[in-house]
């Protein structure tokens, strides 16, 4: 695991997570020391906290308590994953005022409302953004645990190799997400009838098939517009959007302000990243 900070202040940290295990590396318990949010932003892994089962994949994110143990796992992907972790102090959560059951909810799948946040943050991190670490770490976990008040998730149990499965689909929807994809040949990707692939696609990942590639054509549109400066049509197009405005209203639904405000953003227009919190608040 190749850990870099980076971000540190005596109410938040950021820290970025490379981890090349697979298969055949043997899994060990671990213990969160703060309240974290972690964006996945490639690859997947599972893991196992407070009795539960959750797979994580690109855009989802997994939620630690401190002193809640957990076990990552990584039997369905041997590319590893990158995550971009937030830690927040004691007297941070005190303020976001957030110490009870939601962050004890261990993940959530890739959100619409989130994922464009997660990418915005991962730009951020990388140098293509103006605004700051801290700024998107405070709205982020805002928007995530407002999400998480109104939230109930209970997947169920799948067999190992239906969890593979949907991982491996969910891996190949994410490399593939700008052309164009529907149920039957995802599920014949994952070699199940398309009825069967939805429910247990839903059951793992707790979002169906095509609201993950819907989420997985966001995330990109989101790294575009902070990081280039093409047009918004070119970007719809690029990421699998047939119809420009129907782009335009899914981002803005996501996101909360149009793909030109959100770019403006990602330029350091705080004055919209501050209307958004106040908004969200």
């Not at 590893?80 to 007297?91: I, M, N, R, V, Y």
């Not at 593939?176 to 692939?197: C, K, R, V």
Request: charged share 25%.
């Amino acid at each position: 695991m190749q850990v870099s900070t980076l971000l540190r202040q005596p109410l938040l940290s950021v820290r970025d997570y490379r981890c090349d295990a697979g298969p055949s590396d043997r899994p060990f318990a671990e213990c969160f020391g703060e309240h974290s949010i972690s964006y996945v932003r490639r690859g997947s892994f599972g893991c196992h906290a407070r009795g539960e089962r959750h797979e994580l994949v690109a855009g989802a994110f997994l939620i630690g308590h401190p002193g809640d143990e957990y076990l990552c796992t990584h039997d369905h992907h041997a590319g590893g994953d990158e995550c971009l972790s937030f830690h927040f102090a004691p007297a941070l959560i005190d303020r976001l005022d957030g110490r009870g059951a939601r962050w004890r909810a261990g993940a959530l799948p890739p959100l619409p409302g989130l994922v464009v946040l997660g990418e915005l943050a991962q730009a951020i991190a990388e140098g293509s953004s103006d605004v700051g670490l801290d700024e998107i770490g405070l709205l982020l976990s805002q928007r995530l645990l407002d999400l998480l008040a109104g939230r109930t998730r209970s997947c169920g149990e799948a067999r190992a190799c239906d969890r593979r499965r949907v991982v491996e689909a969910a891996l190949w929807i994410d490399a593939n997400a700008a052309q164009p994809i529907d149920l039957e040949t995802a599920a014949a990707q994952a070699g199940l009838s398309a009825f069967h692939f939805q429910r247990m696609f839903g059951r793992v990942l707790g979002v169906t098939p095509h609201q993950y590639l819907v989420r997985a054509r966001l995330r990109r549109a989101a790294r575009l517009l902070a990081d280039a400066d093409g047009a918004v049509t070119d970007v719809a197009y690029e990421v699998g959007f047939g119809d420009v405005s129907n782009f335009v209203r899914t981002f803005g639904r996501a996101a909360g302000m149009s793909p030109r405000a959100f770019r403006h953003v990602a330029r350091g227009g705080r004055k919209i990243l501050q209307e958004h919190s106040s908004a969200d608040a």
